[in-house]
């Protein structure tokens, strides 16, 4: 957890002191009461101007006016000076919720973003669109908005045959099954149109895609497309390559942090609130890690490179396999909702515009992580800093 690592005691008669020691930064800060209002909570606020929030609300209260004064509340603050909007909210996160436990995501208006679910716990399964992550499944995800996940979510099931509706499945020869059935975009396993196993293949090939981000259906379709020419089969081969485009639209239409949860691998860098620094967060399996900070004010006088220094914070997340569902732990429910509001965060950030820092994941073709590409980028988040002082 990140701390609120400054703290200054608030005496209305010395406020003027109190003000001016205070800097004109953006912070998060907890008002804490005075001993004699029993019962009374602490005031959580994010600010992008500490010291002119502080004279707004703790300055000579004046009688014709309704704007909120905690002068006579007030007896000392603890804060923490931020360097972007994405450390900002992450702290303001963690502190929200150890000060409302019951309540943060209201008071945060933080709200699940939308995933695309493979259901793999049902004998049948199908996909649908949900904002709950459970303890089986496939999730991809997140999206910037449930249109877009039903977007995809459409072009996603042209491409296979599983189900699409609600009902429970029986097997009974008699029912008249759907529209789907009968355009061939379904197996039918409501009437028996196919066995258990050819169904859990179809649904097979369906979960390779969303893991390999299309890549699958991508090298299998080319594969047959080179078979067919090979042939003199051009009819065939033509298909499959009108097939094949319409995979790689949807590939490219994908955003790039939608993604199964459990591979959700990235490195977010953003300007720290030292100087000379960038603050770096790790996601591993869609979970937010606490900043690590890179102090290039430092990094001549240390033995080690910054390349070495990312690969040793870096690379320990290489050697943990991916598992089928989100991570567990022994808080359950509690674990699952954390996870949630990570990658609601994540997304917040990751889809705003504009979007301030940089993102980079972790990929499998090619394996590892784009040092190079992150220290490029280190260097253009202190681009802006460096230019400052030249003036």
Known sequence: MIGLDREIKFDPVRAEEFFESLPARPAIVLLEPRE???GARPVLLRTA?????MRLLLCEPDATSKRLNLREYAAAIRFRLTGSRFEQALVHWQQARVLWPTNYRQRLRLYSPAFVKLN???PYPRAYITRRLGAAGLYLGPFSTRRAAESFLESWLDLFRIRRCQIKIRRDPKFPGCIYSEMKMCLAPCFGGCTPAEYTDEVSRAAAFLRSGGASLTDALAQERESASAQLDFEHASALHKRLEKVQELRRA???????IEQLHAVILVRAAGENAVALFTVRGGTIADP??????ELAGQPRSAEQILRELLEPATAQPDEASPKRTASGAFAIQELEDHLA???RWFYATPREGEIFFQETRPAGWPYRRILRACRRLLAPEDSEKGD
């Open 345 to 347: 965060l994540l997304a």
């Open 49 to 53: 101007d500490l010291k002119r929030r």
């Open 36 to 38: 004699a209002l029993a």
């Open 120 to 122: 793999l716990a049902n």
């Open 254 to 260: 994908l955003p790039e942090l939608a993604r199964p």
């Open 292 to 297: 690590f900070f890179l102090q290039f004010g």
